[in-house]
């Protein structure tokens, strides 16, 4: 079974400007949830999606937004860039069964560097 | 709302010695627990999980964790540490339901020494 894939793995991008970001699942899996990682902040919750349904937010500006596609895959955007938005984003697929303490499982990570 | 603390945030052992991370959870009631690995340039990791059936979990690689309530603790253990264990580890915590949002801890990154 394939795992988490993300695309683009590395982006170079300047202050101002907009990337989006892309997230494909494990196949089957209905919940996809996205992190920022940075080495002052460490890894932070930023959003999950369910069912093309956003389920939880963390405490992110209005410029980070997502959103998921009816196949499960997940793209996630960030606008007006900041030099501060650097970081690893990473993005995670469960199943989500239950009622949580589901495995979650990474993708390698989009390395973002605002410019 | 809940957190985690991991005491130490580098710690360095030798080979061959006993392995200890230190995790702390803030939470009213006894949450999911994890802990997660992450190696240079690649993503996380689940090394093993507490979902309440066993205090005493075991995971991948020869580690453990005890979930203490008294102490609201979730410490990683392993015996005896090999080179390949170095890396950086984390602690992380998620609600009883209907969110698979989890808070992590700020990570601990082991160093095995010759």
């Known amino acids: 079974k394939a795992g988490v894939t993300q695309t683009p793995r590395y982006l170079i991008k300047t202050r101002g400007q907009q990337v989006t970001l892309s997230c494909s699942p494990i196949?089957?899996?209905?919940?996809v949830s996205w992190y920022q990682q940075t080495p002052g902040q460490g890894l932070q919750f930023l959003f999950e999606?369910?069912?093309?349904?956003?389920?939880n937010k963390g405490n992110f500006p209005g410029r980070f937004s997502g959103r998921q596609f009816s196949n499960s895959r997940s793209e996630m955007n960030v606008s007006t860039l900041e030099l501060g938005d650097s970081a690893l984003y990473l993005c995670?697929?469960?199943?989500?069964?239950?009622?949580?303490?589901?495995?979650?499982?990474f993708g390698p990570g989009t390395r973002l560097t605002v410019l | 709302a809940q957190s985690v603390t991991q005491l130490g945030s580098h710690v360095s052992v030798s080979e061959g010695a006993l392995v200890l991370l230190r995790c702390n959870y803030s939470s009213s009631v006894p949450p999911y627990l994890f802990w997660y690995v992450q190696y240079p340039n690649q993503g996380l990791q689940l090394l093993l999980k507490?979902?309440?059936?066993?205090?005493l979990v075991k995971g991948i690689n020869g580690f453990e964790a005890e979930f203490k309530k008294s102490e609201t603790s979730f410490h990683l253990t392993k015996p005896s540490a090999h080179m390949s264990d170095a890396a950086e580890y984390f602690c992380?915590?998620?609600?009883?339901?209907?969110?698979?949002?989890?808070?992590f801890g700020k990570g601990t990154k082991l160093t095995v020494n010759p």
């Open positions: 992380a915590v998620s609600d009883l339901g209907g969110s698979e949002k989890l808070v």
């Open positions: 995670a697929s469960s199943l989500a069964e239950g009622t949580g303490g589901n495995e979650q499982f």
């Open positions: 196949s089957g899996h209905r919940s």
């Open positions: 999606y369910f069912s093309e349904t956003q389920r």
């Open positions: 507490y979902t309440s059936a066993a205090t």
